[in-house]
């Protein structure tokens, strides 16, 4: 390598601060820009639930929310966060209970492999906040940033589905997961 | 994958960015949704020396309705334009078709003005852009669409062009866009929009080759008074698509007539 | 079986509180101090030569540890790549396979260079740097062609391109129903070549410790015994010197059971440099490098009478081995001895041919052989009755082995142990409402729509299995399985399992059975299993429907030995004679005297004491192995309704029914969720998945999600679900085994359903993927 590419390598890998909130505790780091977000949450934060199964942006496995909104954390570099309000599957359960979408999955057998499953169950969060009751084609469309290899979608649409009535019968959570959206 | 190393910068003005773009020099890029520079990052296939980061312009991210015009600034989301009031009232078709694009965790970052400067062949709103006779606004100047889009990701941007606005016409008639595609969240493998207008038709044609088509053979015949059966057979008179994985280019010729009789038919209510 | 509370009940699983939370523990989210990453470099070609690789610049590249090639394994790693004789036992060439190209490189993808490194971004910038000058050289592709004399060769030193050509059953053995036969239907029938995909790529961490001359490797494995036996050999490392952990397995479907070449190269590299060393697959390595299923044709010829009555079978298999011998890519013969599906035949003849090219090997894949089986012998049966003008129904009620057949010999020697195929196919259509389906499907012809009915009555042979069946075909290891189970002091109980989980629900379903069997709370049961340093001394790991029908009962065995030894203490705390001691809801006692008892957990404790009978050891536990006698043979009928657009050609599926048997049901939810997930990936194979290569330059088309079309919620039907119960006479426990069994019936119905929705047009045959545009040009009657 030349020393004017060396250089350029040095200024390239310059680190940048990035603050965020993670399932409402404050973070702050120092990453080089290239630092896709699932990798900052996975190896800075050691939130290991948010996974990746592709490199291409399909397979939604690295679904998290940023500010409300379902995004895949691969497509996203973490110097993106700075300042954003993160929640990821580590932050569903709270004091010891489950989201009622992770007792859905739980109850429908929603999950074999579970790989796939915390990025199901945040593009669900979303869905269903802003959706609450949606239709099983409205689920399977839904759902449709997200590739399950094991279960053949027909228990996740039924998790769904259970998640949404508990959701509306039982008193809103003091952790409304997915505000956001339009 | 990981990305190959790249400077980043955040802008807080289209001026700044284009000015980090001309420092940064040729090869640095735009940031805007991610959605398609990410994932060719990742893949190494785009190896950008430098980004500018333009998410933090929120007067790009805008729908304003002007006159006969609905401005759609670039850093508009793709959920915002689908939910939009405005839009579904001035160009309804417009909400449809963002509705249609990738699923709901792309359009929750995707951008207007990132599908139109990456001029994917398969992208939905350049056709739109295109049959429409919208105009491209950058900080530079206004590029009509029929002029932008030069070939498979190829515009008439300059390396330090923003694409700020796109401004379309309003346009409230009959409208469809019929994506087909294998998968739910695909691009399309052919997507004809059909819009009717100033008492014509306006028919555009997604991925039936490196860039948006408009079907005028199909909109005079249909100004001419033939059924949309007999009109949609015309859309494939000039097409030359090239084949790929999905399609052959006589099947993607084949699915530009079939899909243009739906969508003038699903327009106005038929099946 | 006995009566019981757990067996048989939908028990939520216990695994799924970790997975829902996002505390699984995958491979991925394991590391070690000082770890390094290392990048591999790749071959971009199908088949070359290599001239030269310059690793100058990436060996200066910021934060590179080392960049190794072929040269520096050589003291590292030695042997071949194993490949078993599986169901062929002489092979005529198996190719030598080093985990690392050195001269040559035969598929696009196969490793040339390491580059460690102390971070993944680093790695896989030193990985860019490095120049491989390549010859290229030409690449054999097309089947057919490859067995032509005088063409290319995948392997220069090779006679020819045939790894194995092995018939079964020669022509004569039908030609007595063919001379018979009324009607002869042939057709040609392709398996589309279908990359795995488990959500989780595979993943490799090692830590080889220098001083203890000890090796630690995690890994995303469905069976990390057999990783151990073959990278201690290949390190010339014993095997208690290394311990394979497989954690949680984010999916496997068979491409994760043989070794590759990362698993023997991170390893070597730990003992290298002298650090861990991790390794996680991209997604576009995944689909490159992971074994491939399927990739084969089948020329088929059925004899048949006038009256419906099938005679004779003739199947050709021809199989794409890809550049090397996958370590069970012959497995994938048994769809030669499983062609007669669940009907009588007069005679079948089989051949295999295993044909190499310059592609990733193939190996088993969900269902392996058997899938094509079902598929090739429903679509001739389909032929067959379109020859005839009967119903589908019909042909195969009049064809089926009955009940009163088994155990029944079928045609190649294997013995099915148990069926009543007409009951599930009766079940089935009623579930479909066939005889409504029919005449909607007529109406709507009247319409010009294309409504097609599609049945697929399957059966499969899986449990592997019987030592005298599986040790010849793995080169000596029975595929027999062994459980330990341990009490400890307080009554809780750890029950090890040589089988391993990668979505199955182990931990609840082998908790259920000895839960059950102790009498005691299913909370005081502990699964383990993934570690070979932990329990079993040796396991078989899960593929093959098998770890129910071979593990479960090994477990069960164990259970037994426990409560046999739990007894004669129990007796002697009682002071009453052996048989009279009966144990009942976790508790001995003496018989007709309920109140002389002593609870499980006394005994437990008193085994760890001092006043045991003269002669017994301390402590309650046992080690059982179960050697099978048979194979256990589940069966079903599935039906796929499918409306193909007359217009673009657009199959869409409307409706999936399945009635399926797998003897009895541990655990009905699980079971379901299996069958779910099998049919699931059938249709991907039917209507979208496929990997391509260029026919000429052999560069894989297919390489990433976008294109490799693995289907999302809006591609897969809702699914309706039945079950017939005809218990196994093979084991105690009367199984079968459930987690191929969607996989191997489904591509047929839904191609014979398509089949049957074009016939008025004239079409016989599909083959698969039954994409848009194939169709399209199949009803304007051009092919593409
Ligand atoms: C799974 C998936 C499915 C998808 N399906 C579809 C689909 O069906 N239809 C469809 O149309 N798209 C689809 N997309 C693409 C998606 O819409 C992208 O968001 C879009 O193509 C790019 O917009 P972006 O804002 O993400 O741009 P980025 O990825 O940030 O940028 C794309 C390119 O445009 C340049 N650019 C961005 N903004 C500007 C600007 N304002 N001025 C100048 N240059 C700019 C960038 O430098 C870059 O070269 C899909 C993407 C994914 C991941
Ligand atoms: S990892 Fe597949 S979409 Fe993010
Ligand atoms: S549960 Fe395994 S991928 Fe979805």
């Not at chain 1, 869905?127 to 469309?141: M, Y």
């Not at chain 3, 299993?529 to 079993?536: K, L």
Request: hydrophobic residues 40%.
């Amino acid at each position: 390598m030349a020393p004017a590419e060396r250089r350029l390598e040095g200024i390239r890998s310059m680190k940048h601060k990035v603050a965020t909130t993670v399932n409402g505790r404050r973070h702050e780091h120092e990453v080089e820009p290239r630092l896709l977000l699932v990798h900052h949450l996975r190896d800075n934060l050691g939130l290991t639930g948010t996974h990746i199964g592709c490199d291409t942006s399909q397979c939604g496995a690295c679904t998290i929310l940023v500010d409300g909104k379902a995004v895949k954390s691969c497509t996203m570099f973490a110097v993106q966060a700075e300042g954003k309000s993160l929640t990821t599957i580590e932050g569903m359960a709270k004091d010891g209970e489950l989201h009622p979408i992770q007792q859905a999955f739980w109850d429908e057998h929603g999950l074999q492999c579970g790989y796939c499953t915390p990025g199901f169950i945040m593009a669900a969060a979303y869905l269903l906040a802003q959706n609450p009751n949606p239709t099983e084609d409205e689920i399977r469309k839904g759902l449709e940033g997200n590739l399950c290899r094991c279960t053949g979608y027909v228990n996740i649409v039924k998790a769904v589905q259970t998640a949404a009535k508990t959701m509306s019968t039982a008193p809103a959570r003091k952790t409304t997961v997915a505000a956001g959206g339009n | 994958m990981i990305p190959a190393a790249f400077e980043y910068a955040r802008a807080s003005s289209v001026e700044e960015a284009s000015n980090l773009l001309s420092k940064f020099g040729e090869d640095a890029k735009v940031l805007a949704g991610g959605h398609s520079l990410i994932p060719l990052m990742r893949l190494r296939l785009a190896q950008p020396s430098a980004l500018v980061d333009i998410n933090g312009l929120k007067d790009l991210d805008h729908i304003k309705e002007d006159g006969r015009k609905l401005r759609v600034g670039a850093l508009t989301r793709h959920v915002t334009i689908q939910n939009s009031s405005t839009v579904k009232e001035k160009l309804p078709l417009l909400a449809e078709i963002a509705g249609e694009v990738g699923d709901n965790q792309v359009r929750n970052m995707g951008t207007m003005g990132g599908v139109i400067a990456h001029a994917d062949a398969a992208g939905d709103y350049p056709t739109l852009a295109l049959m429409l006779d919208a105009d491209i606004v950058t900080n530079q100047r206004t590029i009509p669409a029929n002029e932008f889009f030069k070939d498979l990701f190829t515009t008439a941007l300059a390396p330090d062009e923003i694409v700020t606005e796109v401004v379309f016409p309003v346009a409230t008639g009959a409208h469809k866009y019929v994506k087909f595609r294998r998968r739910l969240f695909d691009w399309a493998i052919v997507g004809v929009a059909a819009q009717k207008m100033n008492g014509g038709w306006r028919i555009g044609l997604t991925n039936v080759g490196p860039t948006p088509v408009r079907a005028t053979a199909v909109e005079e015949a249909l100004h001419k008074g033939a059924q949309p059966e007999e009109a949609a057979q015309h859309a494939s008179d000039e097409l030359d698509p090239a084949g790929d994985l999905r399609a052959s280019p006589e099947y993607k010729k084949h699915l530009a007539r079939v899909l243009t009789k739906r969508a003038i038919n699903q327009a106005e209510g038929r099946q | 079986m006995a009566v019981s509370q757990l067996v048989g009940a939908k028990i939520h699983r216990r695994e799924d509180p970790r997975l829902i939370t996002g505390h699984g523990h995958y491979i991925d989210d394991f590391t070690r101090q000082g770890a390094a990453y290392v990048a591999f470099v790749r071959s971009p070609h199908a088949h070359a030569r290599i001239k030269s690789i310059d690793i100058t610049d990436a060996s200066k590249a910021p934060g590179v540890a080392g960049v190794y090639t072929a040269r520096d394994f050589k003291g590292q790693l030695a042997g071949t790549h194993p490949a078993a004789p599986a169901f062929v036992a002489e092979k005529k060439y198996i190719p030598e396979r080093f985990p690392i190209a050195e001269k040559e490189v035969c598929y696009q993808g196969e490793i040339v260079a390491a580059v460690l490194a102390d971070t993944k971004g680093q790695a896989a910038d030193g990985a860019n740097l490095i120049q491989v000058d390549y010859e290229e050289l030409p690449a054999v592709m097309d089947l057919e062609k490859a067995l032509k004399d005088g063409g290319p060769k995948v392997h220069d030193g090779a006679a020819d391109n045939v790894s194995w050509d092995l018939t079964f059953t020669g022509p004569d053995v039908t030609d007595a129903a063919f001379k018979e036969a009324d009607v002869v239907v042939k057709q040609r029938i392709l398996q589309n070549r279908l990359a795995p995909v488990p959500m989780e790529p595979r993943g490799v961490l090692a830590e080889y410790e220098t001083y203890d001359k000890k090796l630690t490797i995690w890994m995303s494995s469905q069976s990390p015994h057999f990783i151990r036996l073959f990278v201690s050999g290949a390190m010339g490392l014993k095997e208690s010197q290394v311990r394979v952990i497989s954690p949680d397995v984010g999916g496997g479907f068979g491409s994760k059971i043989s070794p590759y070449p990362e698993d023997y190269l991170v390893p070597a590299l730990s003992r290298l440099a002298e650090r861990p060393v991790k390794w996680i697959e991209t997604r576009t390595e995944s689909i490159q490098n992971a074994t491939h299923g399927r990739g084969q044709y089948y020329d088929v010829e059925v004899a048949a009478k006038t009256d419906g009555t099938l005679l004779g079978l003739r199947v050709t298999q021809f199989l794409d081995v890809g550049a090397y011998c996958g370590t069970f890519s012959a497995f994938q013969a048994c769809a030669c001895l499983m062609a007669g599906g669940a009907y009588k035949w007069k005679g079948i003849s089989a051949r295999t041919i295993g044909i190499l090219t310059n592609r990733v090997p193939t190996d088993p894949y969900r269902g392996a052989g058997r899938p094509e089986a079902t598929h090739l012998v429903e679509r001739m049966v389909d032929l067959v009755a379109g020859e005839l003008k009967m119903d589908p129904v019909e042909i195969r009620r009049k064809n089926f082995i009955q009940p009163q057949d088994f155990p029944f010999t079928q045609n190649f020697g294997l013995v099915v142990d148990s069926g009543d195929y007409e009951k599930a196919l009766d079940v089935a259509v009623k579930l479909a409402g066939y005889d409504d389906l029919r005449k909607k499907q007529a109406d709507l012809r009247k319409q010009g729509k294309y409504l097609g009915i599609g049945l697929s009555t399957w059966i499969e042979l899986c449990g592997f299995g019987p030592s005298a069946a599986t040790a010849p075909a793995t080169g000596g290891i029975a595929l027999v399985e062994s459980a330990q189970v341990r009490v400890t002091p307080t009554g809780s109980v750890i029950v090890y399992t040589g089988t391993h989980s990668h979505g199955q629900g182990h931990e609840t379903t082998f908790s259920q059975l000895a839960a059950d069997q102790l009498g005691v709370p299913y909370e005081s049961i502990e699964l383990r299993h993934g570690d070979t340093s932990e329990g079993t001394a040796f396991g078989y790991g899960t593929y093959g429907s098998r770890s129910l029908a071979v593990g479960g009962v090994a477990i069960s065995k164990a259970v037994g030995k426990v409560i046999d030894k739990g007894k004669k203490l129990a007796a002697h705390m009682l002071e009453a004679a052996e048989e009279d001691v009966v144990y009942e809801h976790g508790s001995f006692h003496v018989k007709g005297s309920p109140d002389k008892a002593k609870a499980f957990g006394e005994v437990a404790f008193a085994s760890y004491g001092m006043s045991l009978p003269e002669g017994m050891e301390q402590g309650l536990e046992a080690v059982a192995y179960f050697d099978p006698p048979n194979l256990v043979w589940p069966f079903g009928t599935h039906i796929a309704v499918v409306e193909v657009d007359a217009e673009t050609g657009s199959a869409k599926l409307e409706k999936y029914i399945a009635v399926d048997d797998c003897g009895n049901i541990i655990n009905p939810m699980i079971v379901d969720g299996q069958i779910h997930g099998g049919i699931a990936q059938a249709i991907g194979q039917a209507l979208y998945e496929e990997v391509v290569y260029d026919e000429d330059t052999g560069q894989l088309k297919t390489g990433t999600m976008i294109d490799y079309m693995v289907p999302s919620a809006g591609e897969i039907p809702p699914m309706s679900l039945d079950h017939t119960v005809t218990p196994s006479p093979t084991n105690d426990l009367g199984v079968k085994g459930i987690g191929e069994a969607g996989t191997i019936a489904a591509s047929a119905a839904v191609i014979n359903a398509i089949c049957d929705a074009l016939s008025p047009l004239g079409i016989k045959h599909v083959d698969m993927p039954a994409t848009p545009d194939r169709l399209w040009h199949m009803m304007k009657g051009t092919s593409k």
